[in-house]
């Protein structure tokens, strides 16, 4: 695979499996080895790890407020844990390996049970040794319904990921590449979107969900085609549809569009060479009924407002290349701390509003993620900004944010470039 295929490469949209769960509960996922046709149609197939024979993983879908019971069945040769990213759920069933659960060995099942409570966008993914199983292809959507179906045509999960590949399709393994995970991370030679829908008509009004599952890219996105706003970023619906123009996805981060189809739609990613297409939907036919008209509103999230902090923590990001001396053990730490310590980062009394200082002092961006909650963004006027759990700091850059921890358990924060993780950039909270 040279560079000039990547950058070239031409769309690669896929149609996901779309099992229908309304009647099938409880759900199972099967953690297996899958061959998936990553390249182009009519290239090389690549041999990967996925869910119920493909990756990513059948599109999960919830009812808000209902019981969820997932079977995870472990058909790897490995040990694995599934985490729920971006749901506020128990902790005993958030999916991290030590903190809150044992492995799930070879052989064995679990089944994870909760209540999801808001509506919107997320995404499953392993969380054990996730830098390799995520990038291997253990990850999937989730989608937890509207109460209130939103008025759209069609509803359209697309999920972004990169690997780098062989020129015949197999997949190289650097997951640990020492480099890479002092640098900006495993970043793939080939990236392309998901498309669980592959054909639309013109002027179809259109919900787009955007997950980027990638390990370590981030994705400056371009589309075109359509016209309409962002309406939901991380799950949470925004007070203020926005602007499509300045759309990024780091790592693990999700953004809900609502669009009327003017053209055939291509999902590009912006590059120093210009767009890269990372796949393409259709369009076929007319649609002469749907009207068009302001753009429904999504229920706005029902979380805790924030109080006045009754503490003031700061999490520095220090370490890796041109990082400079830090006084933790591995490539990357928060405080000079690397990897998870024995005891928590912040002890916090439930239901304490938290303000945490999120200072990168590092060369690269991070993309910082803190498990069973969400927090708002504080703009630099001071003022409450984005509900988010995946915040992304630009290199020297630091951003408050302001949390109600109200969810009890041993909470993870960690840098969701999964090699930056693994290189050490992880921590945790108690909340009691
Ligand atoms: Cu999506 Cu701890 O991760
Ligand atoms: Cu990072």
Redesign the pocket.
């Known amino acids: 695979m040279n560079r000039r295929h990547f950058l070239a490469s031409a769309s690669a949209a896929m149609v996901l499996p779309r099992p229908s769960f309304a009647s099938a509960l409880p759900l199972t996922l099967k953690a297996q080895s899958v061959t998936q046709q990553i390249l182009p149609e009519g290239e090389g197939t690549t041999a990967m790890l996925g869910f119920n024979g493909s990756t990513p993983g059948p599109e999960l879908r919830l009812k808000r407020g209902a019981q969820a019971s997932i079977k995870v069945e472990n058909a790897l040769q490995e040990g694995t844990a599934v985490?729920w990213?971006g749901i506020r759920l128990e902790n005993r069933m958030d999916g991290?390996p030590v903190l809150t659960q044992d492995l799930i060995n070879p052989g064995d099942s679990k089944t994870y049970s909760f209540v999801p409570p808001d509506a919107g966008t997320y995404?499953y993914?392993s969380?054990y040794i996730?830098q390799e199983q995520v990038a291997r292809g253990l990850m999937g959507p989730l989608i937890v319904e509207d109460d209130m179906p939103v008025d759209v045509d069609h509803d359209v999960t697309v999920i972004l990921s990169d690997w780098i590949l062989n020129q015949d399709g197999s997949l190289v393994d650097e997951f640990t590449d020492m480099h890479s995970v002092a640098h900006a991370g495993y970043m793939g030679n080939f990236a392309r979107a998901f498309l669980s829908r592959d054909e639309v008509r013109q002027g179809d009004r259109v919900r787009l969900r955007l997950i980027n599952a990638a390990t370590n890219r981030i994705f400056p996105l371009m589309l075109s085609g359509v016209s309409g706003s962002v309406v939901a970023l991380d799950g949470m619906a925004l007070s203020q549809p926005r602007d499509l123009s300045d759309l990024v996805l780091a790592p693990?981060q999700r953004a809900d569009l609502i669009v009327d189809i003017t053209g055939p739609v291509g999902f590009d990613m912006q590059t120093g060479q210009g767009g890269y297409r990372l796949a393409e939907l259709r369009v076929s036919g007319e649609n002469s009924e749907r009207k068009p008209g302001p753009l429904p509103k999504l229920t706005a999230p029902n979380l805790p407002a924030p109080g006045s902090p009754a503490q003031h923590l700061t999490l520095t990001m220090m370490g890796g290349a041109m990082g400079g001396h830090h006084g933790g053990a591995n490539i990357w730490s928060f405080n000079d701390v690397s990897d998870l310590p024995p005891d928590p980062f912040a002890t916090i009394e439930r239901g304490e509003t938290v303000r945490i200082t999120l200072a990168n002092d590092t060369a690269f961006p991070h993309g910082i993620?803190l498990?069973g909650h969400h927090f708002y963004e504080v703009a630099a006027d001071g003022s409450l900004g984005d509900l988010r759990d995946?915040t992304l700091l630009a290199a020297r850059e630091s951003r408050d944010v302001l949390c109600v921890f109200d969810n009890p358990g041993r909470w993870?924060i960690?840098c969701?470039m999964l090699s930056h993780?693994i290189g050490g950039m992880r921590t945790w909270v108690e909340v009691t």
Do not use: K
């Open positions: 985490h990213h991290v995404w993914h969380h996730s693990a993620h498990h995946t993870l960690h969701h993780a």
